[in-house]
């Protein structure tokens, strides 16, 4: 059994129980699955650095936006540019005003 599927077995078992038997539930369930734990946590560590160690090799993010100036005028223009986006509303609150497409 895996061990979402031992932590979901175990909720189950606790139901109903004291406070008491929870805590030593979990205390033996943490000393029999010390090293899956560990493990996967190792899995998440390593597939963590692998997605930030891409990251870095892609470079710097591109902060020039070339249709428009800023990030949301190119979403904006983005959105507004698909064949099946018929209308789009956005609603500027802080200058107070609005922008249908």
């Known amino acids: 059994m895996?061990?979402?599927?031992?932590?979901?077995?175990?909720k189950t078992s606790l139901e109903g129980k004291t406070s008491e038997e929870i805590k030593t539930a979990i205390k033996g369930f943490e000393t029999e699955?010390?090293?899956?734990?560990?493990?996967?946590?190792?899995e998440v560590k390593t597939a963590m650095q692998t997605e930030i160690d891409a990251l870095k090799e892609s470079g710097q993010i591109n902060t020039s936006y070339p249709i428009?100036?800023?990030?949301?005028?190119?979403?904006?223009?983005?959105i507004t540019s698909m064949d099946d986006?018929?209308?789009?509303?956005?609603?500027?609150?802080k200058n107070k005003r609005e922008i249908s497409k």
């Open 85 to 93: 986006v018929t209308s789009f509303h956005f609603i500027d609150r």
């Open 33 to 42: 699955f010390k090293t899956a734990v560990e493990d996967q946590i190792g």
């Open 2 to 10: 895996e061990l979402k599927e031992q932590l979901e077995a175990l």
């Open 68 to 78: 428009m100036e800023t990030p949301l005028k190119t979403l904006i223009k983005g």
